[in-house]
């Protein structure tokens, strides 16, 4: 086939953007032919371009080689086309530039295309499999492309944001040295120095805090972190971060710094968000909804109903603590849904599970009548702030580690589970919260010892340092932290903290943690020196920015918003990554693959 050159065209217009306001206009227009309807006299083509779609008309008595040109398009062919733009007769609602049309006069034919092997089209039938393997093409249809607007417009408004309070853009080094932000590193090999490797940053904590101590006060970066973690839905091995740091912060300075930049984002979404955002304590968030990362949009807060229980325990034979909850309109479920929520509830690890139906005339319906009276009954219903028409769920279950929250976390999940379920989650709020008031250690069942419950970078509750040498894990395992954490709908977007400042406490957490003087200085010898040359007190957080852009473009999976997401086993289909490599690449390195 015979292909024009664009020569000296230039857009005028981009497709998706012509309007009644244009009628008249003569116009270039580029892009890709979507659709082609021959008539016969009239051929109609959808061009195409980032904007959206353009209607042109050739028609073959008026243009007779404007015509013959068009005859030879198909799907997804690259074109120019020059014309005028004219009212449809009938306007087409579902098209932005539905009310014109363009008749054609020139057409030039750029480039031709295979036929792809799915629809350039919102429903899309292929599997995530082949949309990823043909990402370029994926990328072609509307949504994947308004998420990726989306997420320029979020990045560019947290940008000046940030450069309006003060805060400078750096950017750390990707090859550097192991972060201890809990995950496996991924390692790249030096060929100059055989043996040894860089690891790339799981997050850029030490050089964030090591700008802090250069003096640089506000440092920010739209930052790419690195963790090999074993599958999981909805993570990403490589992933991007709002990471920022100050010097001589207040947590209420940090917290407003990330209400600006949040209502901003927000705003680059069209969803409004007001700051300050509500502030919860973690043993609050626990108690009232069973999670540390709490869903506000909802009711159906939890209520603990062991002391009603109590008479029956050794009949029903549970352990541990009973929470409750009243779920509105859960009366109307089913037997087989309630057992769907038993079997759900058992499965997470509770060790009773109990319901009561109350009717809409305020008749209870509950097996547990018999154990407990109907007097218990009806406390415990009281006790969830039941109405009728309700639903209460009261789950027990017994603590494997102290203080663990076992049968709140149960419960929490089923208010998760049971809102989703009765449609009570209103999909146009937009609920942010602080979570504080963490402890510092939690206990690690792998390693039988505390370890950090975020990094070891995190601040102590300064009445809590003293705790810090007691050899009792109990007593370590009360420390607090000065960890914060954001929460979005029920989503963690990240966490943060004041950090130690001190090198002499940074010492003593990294003892405490069993790391001995010599692991810290082979580890840390050069953070730790660093500390000791007038280190300011310093904070800041990480928020993941793909969940954000995810959340607000309504996504479920943050692979929607990124242009070229990884599969969840860490593939990269399109460019077939990882591969091997040759044979005297690795020599090169000095590296033998054991098979
Ligand atoms: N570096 C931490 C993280 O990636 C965040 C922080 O403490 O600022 O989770």
Redesign the pocket.
């Known amino acids: 086939m015979q292909l024009d050159v664009l020569g000296d065209w230039q857009r005028t217009h981009s497709c998706g953007d012509l309007r009644a306001a244009d009628v008249d206009r003569e116009v270039t227009l580029t892009g890709w032919v979507h659709r082609r309807r021959d008539l016969g006299q009239l051929i109609f083509l959808d061009v195409r371009d980032r904007s959206g779609i353009a209607q042109v008309v050739f028609n073959k008595e008026q243009n007779s080689a404007a015509h013959a040109r068009a005859e030879e398009v198909r799907g997804e062919y690259v074109v120019a086309v020059r014309g005028r733009v004219v009212a449809r007769q009938k306007a087409n609602p579902e098209l932005e530039s539905g009310e014109i049309e363009v008749i054609a006069s020139e057409m030039r034919l750029l480039n031709t295309a295979k036929t792809p092997p799915f629809m350039i089209e919102d429903d899309v039938s292929a599997s995530e499999e082949t949309r990823l393997r043909y990402r370029y093409l994926d990328l072609r249809r509307s949504r994947p492309k308004q998420n990726i607007a989306l997420r320029h417009r979020v990045l560019l408004e947290i940008r000046r944001t940030l450069d309006e309070l003060g805060f400078y853009e750096i950017e750390t080094p990707m090859l550097t040295r192991s ?1 201890p ?1 809990g995950a496996r590193d991924y390692l790249v090999p030096s060929r100059v120095h055989r043996g040894h490797f860089y690891a790339l940053p ?4 030490i050089f ?1 805090q090591i700008l802090m101590i250069s003096g640089m006060e506000r440092y920010f970066q739209i930052a790419r ?1 690195f963790r090999d973690e074993d599958l999981r839905a909805d993570r990403q091995p490589e992933f991007t ?1 709002l ?3 100050m010097s001589f912060p207040t947590q209420d300075a940090i917290f407003s710094v990330i209400e600006r930049v949040m209502e901003r984002a927000c705003a680059a979404a069209g969803i409004a968000v007001q700051g300050p955002f509500p502030r919860l304590e973690y043993r609050e968030a626990m108690r009232r909804f069973g999670s540390d990362k709490p869903d506000l949009r909802f009711g159906m807060e939890l209520h603990e109903v062991t002391s009603h229980f109590a008479v029956a325990q050794a009949k029903l034979g549970f352990a541990g603590s009973v929470q409750a909850l009243a779920a509105p309109g859960g009366a109307a479920l089913s037997r087989k849904q309630l057992d769907e929520l038993t079997e759900r509830a058992k499965s997470l690890g509770a060790s009773g599970v109990y319901t009561i139906k109350l009717a809409a005339d305020g008749a209870f319906a509950s097996s547990l009548e018999k154990t407990l009276g109907a007097d218990a009954v009806r406390a415990v219903a009281a006790a969830a702030g039941a109405k009728p028409g309700d639903l209460v769920v009261a789950v027990a279950a017994k603590e494997q580690i102290p203080g663990s929250d076992a049968a709140a976390l149960v419960a929490g999940q089923l208010r998760l589970h049971l809102a989703e379920k009765l449609a009570l989650v209103p999909s146009d709020q937009w609920k942010f919260t602080w979570i504080t008031g963490f402890a510092l250690f939690e206990w690690s069942e792998t390693e039988k010892c505390v370890v950090s419950a ?2 070891p ?2 601040g102590i509750v300064d009445e809590d340092l003293p705790k810090l040498e007691d050899p009792s894990d109990a007593v370590r395992l009360s420390m607090r932290s000065k ?1 914060y954490d954001l929460v979005l709908n029920g989503v963690e977007l ?4 004041i ?1 130690i400042h001190q090198q002499e406490v940074q010492q003593r957490l990294f003892r405490a943690l069993g790391l001995s003087d010599e692991t810290q200085r082979a580890r840390f010898g050069f953070f730790l020196d660093a500390l000791t040359y007038g280190t300011p007190p310093h904070g ?3 928020l993941g920015l793909d969940r954000v852009v995810a959340l607000l473009a309504g996504e479920k999976s943050i692979r929607e918003v990124i242009a070229f997401p990884k599969t969840a086993s860490a593939q990269d289909l399109m460019a077939d990554a990882p591969s091997s490599v040759s044979p005297d690449q690795l020599n090169e390195l000095g590296i033998a693959v054991k098979e």
């Open positions: 972060t932000e799981q997050s850029p904590q964030k972190c971060q990471d920022f740091e975020q990094h970078f995190t960890g990240g966490s943060g903290s950090r800041g957080i990480a």
